[in-house]
């Protein structure tokens, strides 16, 4: 099934996706708690200039995390 | 008749917490620590007349922002702490909880958490203001209605909608009635096991007792309690990290349904704050600009530290020299004037001093943090930083090492992963302090030439420059060396909300640096006052018939020859404790280029660095009564090598100090600090050593090459 997915960390700049599931736990309950929650929208609004880490828009507020962090995160593109 | 009330503030970062304590204590704030860690306290007072004859005395508590009751970082177990625990010193009688209205959901997540404690709780929803702006309306009435305490709209900016709060906070609050969501479900027989072994106010509790066992200071007493209860999560194979998720999944779950409920977006602007934080990140984060903006924002800062509080520096040492002058006159000459001038007025002018760059240095990075733009730093950061084994938020505490490594070290909290935290804490007292800059000052000043390069750049600011650089250097170099040393603990991760950028709050940077400065004064400058006192008893008494026949010989000698005085001020150091001191530590300096005057300042430093240059004016003017630098270097210039005949402070031994300044661990609040926040005497020890040998060994090399 996670074949379908991607990993947010593929995501590209400008780009969005829906939250699907998490492959970290800790991760997974920090990010749950700011609001990255399965099924709401994550838009990839910029790169730090040396590709690391990035930034993305969710849920009213705007969070940064680590390429290896967004790597956890499995997210599905819209079509 | 007076009633007292204790109110605790907890709100996620950024949504205005600060700004509501201080709208609601105005000065009446003390800062100190929990009882425990190093976690800021910030606590004041209020005063409300309810109108029926009570006045009412409120005792706010500011707790550490936070995004839900789950402890992830030291900060956040305060809350958890104060609120979950009924028995914590803390614990508030009602808790006013502030929401971002920009961002109400994820707000709400921590409101239906305390709301589930079933303890009186007021829910404070501010930035009305941008709210109203962006088209959104919502339905307070509704909202309150199903949370079950009272709602305020606020915009504590302005102060609308304080009165509310305070008339809420004194009129009687009943406790939720309903659980937001009942965690009883996740987990019915360890929710009911527990509260079956200890009395508790909620399900809730019970649950997150049931997931923070270890962290909850409720059984530190109780310890077969707490065994019992940790028997009970085995037994049915409590999985924390299972329980937290399904919780947090349904809060959410519950607050989608209430927002679509209370919230209307009548006809949606995109919000002003948003488009323009974008385009100034455009420009901010830029992968070049980004960069130059920031050097050239860190140039400014260096420049305003250095050069603007140069003449109000100056304006306390004339005070101070003036003062001097005064008291000496005043009172008759002896020994309680001696320690009056020598010991206790030049500790205190030596403290003061330092109050302009204090000042300067943190109203910059106040106005840094309050904009949001040190967020965007410790963005553009972390990968560079993370090669070195640090975390894109140790720019802080780095940045704020070059005023005084205490509070630096403290502002290493904010980050997650214990072993980037560590090695923050660990290189931070490398990167060159306030306290050196006296130090540098003095050395740079008697063996740098005072040569202008293309007319405007001076050799002597040069190398001040240069001394900062080796000092970063070193920093970031030991950084390296210490990621392959230090094994981590967990995971790092550098999760974080990047704010949009808001106009500074003059008013909350105005209550920081007031704060830092009164930290400043009273915790450091006890311990240089206290310092300066010892050490002028110590060098104006010594053991044995020797020092008392040279003492008395001083006083009866003729004050007209003043070769003899000198001559015999100097043999009393010799033999004054101080001077004992030093001469024993003289051979292990020796090699260095140090003698034992050298010697007895490098153990006075111990207290604080800056104490050099006040151990060098009582040491080269003990029976003289002027203070001014000047006068201590021409006669630290005047000083002559006893062996060699040659001036004592020439370009080896001169480099061969400033290194050693710039490596050496001598600041006792460092390492005191050091401790606290690593929780052992283990770091600050090593530190001790590592810091010691850097510059012992740095020192040596440099003296020979140069001499």
């Avoid at chain 2, 992968?287 to 250095?306: N, P, T």
């Avoid at chain 2, 206790?344 to 001093?353: D, F, H, T």
């Avoid at chain 2, 540098?440 to 005072?450: G, K």
Wanted: overall charge neutral; glycine content about 6%.
């Amino acid at each position: 099934m996670q074949g379908d997915f991607k990993k947010l960390s593929e995501i590209k700049l400008g780009e969005s996706a829906v939250i699907e599931s998490f492959t970290d736990d800790t991760m997974k309950l920090k990010l749950l708690e700011m609001g990255c929650l399965p099924g709401e929208v994550v838009t990839v609004t910029r790169f730090a200039p040396f590709g690391d880490p990035m930034a993305i828009a969710v849920a009213d507020s705007m969070l940064s995390l680590r390429m290896s962090e967004a790597a956890n995160v499995l997210v599905s593109v819209r079509s | 008749m007076i009633k007292r009330l204790k109110v605790s503030l907890v709100g996620n970062p950024n949504s205005g917490k600060s700004t509501l304590f201080n709208r609601l204590t105005g000065l009446n704030q003390k800062i100190a620590n929990f009882p425990g860690v190093t976690v800021e306290k910030k606590t004041g007072s209020m005063t409300i007349n309810s109108g029926d004859g009570f006045d009412y005395q409120i005792d706010i508590t500011d707790l550490p922002g936070t995004y839900s009751l789950y402890p992830k970082t030291l900060e956040e177990q305060i809350p958890f702490q104060v609120l979950c625990d009924p028995t914590n010193e803390s614990h508030p009688d009602v808790t006013v909880i502030i929401a971002d209205g920009t961002n109400l959901k994820r707000s709400l997540f921590l409101c239906s958490q305390i709301v589930d404690l079933k303890s009186p709780a007021i829910l404070v929803v501010n930035m009305m203001d941008q709210v109203t702006k962006s088209g959104v309306e919502i339905n307070f009435i509704r909202l309150s209605k199903e949370l079950g305490i009272p709602v305020i709209p606020m915009n504590a900016r302005d102060g609308d909608g304080i009165d509310f709060l305070k008339k809420a906070i004194i009129s009687k609050i009943t406790v939720p009635e309903n659980d937001f969501i009942d965690t009883a479900l996740f987990a019915p027989e360890v929710v009911q096991s527990i509260r079956q072994s200890v009395k508790l106010n909620s399900n809730y509790v019970a649950f997150q007792i049931a997931n923070n066992i270890d962290q909850i200071s409720f059984f530190n007493d109780r310890q077969e309690r707490r065994a019992q209860i940790k028997e009970i999560l085995n037994r049915h194979g409590f999985d924390h990290s299972i329980m937290q998720a399904s919780e947090t999944l349904k809060r959410y779950e519950v607050i989608s349904l209430l927002v679509k409920q209370v919230v209307k977006a009548k006809n949606a602007i995109p919000s002003k704050e948003k488009t323009f934080t974008k385009k100034l990140d455009n420009l901010l984060m830029h992968r070049f600009w980004g960069y130059f903006i920031f050097l050239a924002i860190l140039f400014v800062i260096f420049q305003a530290v250095f050069a603007w509080a140069a003449w109000p520096m100056e304006m306390v040492d004339e005070a101070f020299t003036w003062m001097s002058i005064k008291v000496h006159d005043a009172i008759p000459e002896g020994v309680f004037n001696d320690l009056l001038v020598e010991g206790i007025l030049a500790g205190l002018g030596g403290v003061v001093i330092f109050i302009p760059q204090i000042v300067l240095l943190f109203t910059f990075i106040a106005i840094l943090e309050d904009t949001g733009y040190m967020a965007r730093v410790s963005f553009m950061m972390d990968k560079l930083l993370r090669r070195f084994g640090l975390n894109g938020r140790s720019v802080i505490p780095l940045i704020s090492g070059v005023a005084c490594a205490v509070p630096a070290i403290l502002s290493a909290r904010t980050i997650a992963s214990w072993k980037e935290r560590l090695i923050t804490i660990l290189v931070t007292p490398l990167m060159s302090c306030s306290a050196r800059l006296p130090v540098y000052a003095l050395l740079i000043s008697l063996v740098v030439p005072d040569h202008k390069y293309l007319g405007i750049i001076g050799l002597q600011g040069l190398v001040l420059f240069a001394l900062y650089l080796i000092g970063f250097i070193a920093a970031m170099g030991s950084a390296l060396l210490m990621k392959f040393l230090v094994k981590a603990k967990e995971r790092s991760y550098f999760i974080m909300e990047i704010p949009v950028y808001r106009m500074p709050r003059w008013k909350n940077i105005g209550y920081t640096i007031v704060e830092k400065v009164r930290v400043f004064i009273f915790e450091a400058g006890k311990v240089i006052v206290a310092i300066s006192v010892v050490l002028w008893v110590l060098s104006s008494s010594g053991p044995g018939a020797a020092f008392k026949d040279v003492k008395s010989q001083l006083e009866t000698a003729d004050p007209a020859d003043t070769q003899l005085q000198n001559h015999l001020a100097a043999e009393k150091l010799r033999l004054s404790y101080a001077g004992i001191t030093g001469r024993a530590i003289e051979p292990i300096i020796e090699p260095l280029g140090f003698d034992w005057k050298i010697g007895i300042a490098l153990i006075t430093s111990f207290a604080a660095r800056e104490v050099f240059v006040g151990t060098m004016s009582t040491i080269y003017s003990v029976g003289g009564s002027d203070e001014d630098i000047a006068t201590v270097r021409e006669k630290m210039m005047a000083e002559k090598n006893d062996k060699t005949g040659l001036p004592q402070y020439n370009l080896a031994v001169g480099w061969s100090l400033m290194l050693f300044y710039a490596f050496a661990m001598q600041c006792m609040s460092t390492m005191a600090v050091v401790r606290r926040e690593t929780g052992s005497w283990k770091w600050p020890l090593i530190q001790f050593a590592f810091m010691g040998v850097l510059a012992y060994i740095s020192s040596f090399i440099i003296f020979r090459i140069l001499s």
